[in-house]
């Protein structure tokens, strides 16, 4: 069985530009959720996906948007980057049904850097 | 909206000493808790989870946690503590409404010093 996985580990982007991060969930998982973590404090929620579609939504704004694909993996697009999305970006995948407190199991997450 | 706060940033601490890391929560529904463990450059790890009954919950690597109603609190602790635990620790909460979206809270450093 194999985890979760993320790509890529870094990234350095500018101000201004798009960038697409992956996830891969663990096997037989159909929920993924995505979350921010900024230098010094807690990871905050973005957005879940459950069987490709949105299933809650955190205060971010529209430029962050994702998608959930049939083999159960995720994308998160950040559009227009400003200097604040600087962050480790987190996925979680856990199994169940929408709205059930299945494990959620946790990537290693890619390093965001935008100058 | 639930919110959670850790009552301390960073915990220092020997070998062998016992350790208890603060947890506090606010929430208007029941709620659902968690701690999670970070090590550097790694993913979070669930270390255990409150969902009902027994309030004292047992997780992995010798750590537990009590789930306390009237104080509204999910403190973590562990009676003798290893270099190995040196990490950073954050408690979250879900609302039982709301499935798995979790709020976390700040975080704690866990020094372990020999």
């Known amino acids: 069985e194999t985890g979760v996985t993320q790509s890529p580990t870094h990234l350095i982007k500018t101000r201004g530009q798009q960038v697409t991060l992956r996830c891969s969930s663990q096997?037989?998982?159909?929920?993924v959720s995505w979350y921010q973590q900024a230098l010094g404090q807690g990871p905050q929620f973005i957005f879940q996906?459950?069987?490709?579609?949105?299933?809650g939504r955190g205060n971010f704004p529209p430029r962050f948007s994702g998608l959930q694909f049939p083999n159960y993996s995720s994308e998160l697009n950040v559009n227009a980057l400003e200097l604040d999305d600087s962050a480790l970006y987190l996925c979680?995948?856990?199994?169940?049904?929408?709205?059930?407190?299945?494990?959620?199991?946790f990537g290693p997450g890619t390093r965001l850097l935008v100058l | 909206a639930q919110s959670v706060t850790q009552l301390d940033s960073q915990v220092p601490v020997f070998e062998e000493a016992p350790v208890e890391l603060r947890c506090n929560y606010s929430s208007s529904v029941s709620v659902y808790l968690f701690w999670y463990v970070q090590y550097p450059n790694q993913g979070l790890q669930l270390l255990l989870k409150?969902?009902?009954?027994?309030?004292l919950v047992k997780g992995i690597n010798g750590f537990e946690a009590e789930f306390n109603k009237s104080q509204t609190s999910f403190h973590l602790r562990k009676p003798s503590v290893h270099i190995s635990d040196t990490a950073e620790y954050f408690c979250a909460v879900s609302e039982v409404t709301s499935g798995s979206r979790l709020t976390f809270g700040e975080g704690t450093q866990l020094t372990v010093n020999p």
């Open positions: 996906y459950y069987r490709e579609e949105e299933n």
């Open positions: 979680a995948s856990s199994s169940g049904t929408s709205g059930s407190q299945e494990t959620q199991y």
């Open positions: 096997s037989g998982h159909n929920t």
């Open positions: 409150y969902l009902s009954g027994s309030t």
